[in-house]
């Protein structure tokens, strides 16, 4: 259970390396998660080639959802809109490291769900990722 | 499985007829229960009852002639006189069951909003009202175009009454409110708000959800017309609430759900309604969870509800007067004077969803979010609290663990 709040969590949430919002942006989308109330806001730059070349998040919630952020937006930039597309929950828990019970995966997954959301150009995001 | 104990007076021997409270969490902790607003533990004796309909008397109710249906149905019935009498109810006519508070209130909206409430009606709600309270209305505003008037929160968490006193002479037809906050635990002067909005001549409804459980309530003493409660915040099962209604306003409302049970007669093409209160029970009924519900009343009745009420009041300011040594933590609402046995507060720097999870692993089940109360959080502008409750079986010792729990989320995460 400690490993839930393993140091990479906490330090990631108390000082994250990707606050922020861009304007102008090439994507953006917002969402909560209406069991907690949890919103994030994802912003994306790319280039011509259609790669991240810059991604910011904002919002609040849980040091779950906000340590997922910023890793997330980590682990995108340099990759290809397409393939971002193509990121799964296991993608996520790999970059979180840790294992989550069905509540906090929600916190967790957040962030992915509004990144894809934002990039797929979706009127909403949806749990199917 | 055995019967509750006759209560001695002793609210520290009261835990051993609860066997969830012996258990242990996955950290390997004891638990310590701190999350009754969201639903009581139960004790034996109410397991016992739903135990004994299903291995002896397992029947269904009202229309059998055998032994077992004789039983099944006495059982039931009788379960409703208890409860009845419990709330001051003038007669077991006024006592339907629903599935929960919820659905008592959505009978309403349904059954005497439909009929009752027309283009322009104004229907009263406040701003501490739970989603249960405040979407069946919204439903009901969005098709009949009937108007919403809230009556507003005070900073210090208290119904600014004399905002009420202005929308009352706006002449609503109805005024529904909370009888006690889920959130900011403030017991409400549900007797003054309904005299005043019946001198105003609108018909009253009071979610007694959480002050049901808690302290002594009588339909008659308020004069409200409808009260909806849930069984199981109040040591019964899950499955069944109640909806008490003023006869006279049951007599004059269409039906809720059709089917069986609900009938008197039925052609191909029309249908004559049955009695009260069965004209609002379509459909076999909850039938082994009443029974509980009956049990838990008689458990309740057992230790006394001016009892358990002085027993919530001194845990809630034990629970204050700690809490508030604490100068990173903040707490929402009232003073312990004029609240019920829940405490949400904020943690400086910490989300309430990650101060939940570290209180687990001590073992202290809190509950975070918005507690079905959005708008709410939103007067008080913040997105979610922690919120820790109390109920008959919780001790002093509870609380202080939960204070040592708290200290350590703060080292660790604050």
Redesign the interface.
């Given at each position: 259970m400690d490993d839930l709040y393993r140091e990479l969590i906490i330090e990631r949430n108390r000082s994250p390396h990707f606050r922020g919002e861009l304007e102008p942006n090439d994507y953006t989308f917002q969402d909560e998660n209406p069991l907690c109330g949890d919103n994030i806001r994802i912003d994306v730059r790319t280039d011509d080639a259609g790669f991240i070349t810059e991604a910011a998040f904002s919002g609040h919630g849980c040091a779950i959802s906000q340590a997922s952020s910023d890793l997330l937006i980590e682990s995108v930039i340099g990759k290809s809109v397409e393939d971002v597309k193509k990121m799964t929950k296991e993608d996520v828990l790999d970059l979180l490291g840790i294992e989550l019970g069905p509540v906090r995966l929600k916190c967790a997954l957040l962030p992915l769900k509004v990144i894809k959301a934002g990039l797929y150009g979706m009127g909403e995001a949806t749990d199917t990722l | 499985m055995k019967d509750c104990k006759q209560f001695t007076g002793d609210f520290d021997t009261l835990k051993a007829e609860f066997p969830t409270l012996w258990r242990k969490v996955?950290?390997g902790a004891d638990l310590v229960y701190l999350d009754s607003a969201a639903t009581s533990q139960k004790p034996d004796c109410v397991l016992q009852a739903m135990d004994e309909y299903y291995r002896l008397s397992n029947a269904n109710i009202h229309r059998g002639i055998h032994t077992l249906a004789e039983e099944a149905t006495a059982a039931y019935e009788n379960a409703r006189k208890r409860i009845a009498a419990f709330i001051g109810a003038a007669s077991s006519k006024e006592v339907v069951f629903t599935r929960n508070a919820t659905e008592a209130i959505n009978l309403i909206a349904y059954s005497w909003g439909r009929k009752n409430l027309n283009a322009g009606d104004i229907v009263v709600l406040s701003e501490m009202e739970h989603h249960a309270n405040l979407v069946p209305w919204q439903i009901l505003a969005e098709e009949r175009d009937i108007r919403l008037e809230f009556i507003p929160v005070t900073a210090e968490g208290l119904l600014d009454m004399e905002s009420y006193q202005e929308i009352l002479a706006l002449e609503p037809k109805l005024v529904s409110f909370t009888h006690m906050s889920n959130v900011l635990g403030t017991i409400n002067p549900a007797k003054e708000i309904i005299s005043q909005a019946k001198a105003a001549g609108a018909v009253t409804l009071l979610d007694a959800a959480q002050s049901l459980p808690h302290f002594p309530v009588d339909v008659a003493d308020l004069d409200a017309d409808f009260l909806a409660f849930s069984g199981h915040k109040m040591c019964g099962p899950t499955g069944v609430g109640v909806l008490y209604g003023r006869e006279a306003l049951l007599r004059d409302m269409p039906p809720f759900l059709g089917g069986g049970d609900m009938i008197r007669k039925v052609y191909l093409r029309s249908f004559v309604s049955n009695e009260l209160p069965y004209k609002f029970e379509a459909g076999t009924g909850a039938i082994a969870e009443v029974i509980g519900l009956g049990a838990a009343v008689d458990f309740l009745s057992g230790i006394g509800m001016d009892n358990v009420d002085a027993h919530g009041r001194e845990i809630t300011q034990y629970a204050m007067q700690v809490l508030d040594e604490l100068p990173w933590l903040h707490i929402l609402g009232p003073g312990a004077d004029k609240r019920g046995g829940v405490v949400a507060f904020t943690l400086d720097g910490?989300?309430?969803?990650?101060v939940a999870?570290?209180l687990d692993?001590d073992g202290v089940a809190v509950r975070?979010?918005?507690h079905c109360a959005?708008p709410l959080?939103e007067r008080f502008s913040v997105?979610?609290t922690t919120r820790a409750s109390f109920y008959i079986y919780n001790s002093h010792n509870d609380v202080d663990v939960l204070v040592e729990s708290l200290r350590k989320v703060k080292k660790?995460?604050g």
């Open positions: - | 996955s950290s910490v989300h309430p969803h990650d999870q570290i692993w975070a979010g918005h959005m959080h997105p979610a660790m995460l």
